[in-house]
């Protein structure tokens, strides 16, 4: 995508898989793109014209959609119960597993 300049501020999406971001000429962050249009718009003092040339990027992350009437703590909860069992199932494959190879190398 490129270079783009705002304040003291340089982002450099000239490789894709890692943005940079530099402050005052110094490293500030390498990584995720969306990651560091965000630490950009939080960094500068006019975040106006980075929202008005990332817009696309911006707009495409989807929000979490929660209802005024849902309890984040039982959502949380649930998820977490829901991933116990998933580490329950894979030990249980990992078992069957193991056994068959001690019946094969008796």
């Keep these: 995508m490129g270079i783009f300049k705002h304040e003291d501020m340089l982002m450099d999406m000239s490789i894709s898989s890692?943005?940079?971001?530099?402050?005052?000429?110094?490293?500030?962050?390498?990584?995720?793109?969306?990651?560091?249009?965000?630490?950009m718009l939080n960094n500068c003092k006019d975040p106006n014209p980075v929202k008005d040339k990332f817009w696309a990027q911006l707009n495409m992350r989807e929000k979490p959609r929660f209802s005024k009437g849902d309890d984040l703590e039982a959502l949380r909860?649930?998820?977490l119960e829901s991933?116990?069992?998933q580490k329950e199932e894979k030990a249980k494959r990992k078992s069957?597993?193991?056994?068959?190879w001690d019946r094969m190398t008796k």
């Design 18 to 39: 890692r943005t940079k971001l530099y402050k005052d000429g110094k490293l500030l962050f390498i990584g995720d793109g969306y990651k560091a249009i965000t630490m």
């Design 77 to 79: 909860k649930e998820a």
């Design 83 to 85: 991933f116990g069992k």
């Design 96 to 100: 069957k597993k193991a056994n068959q």
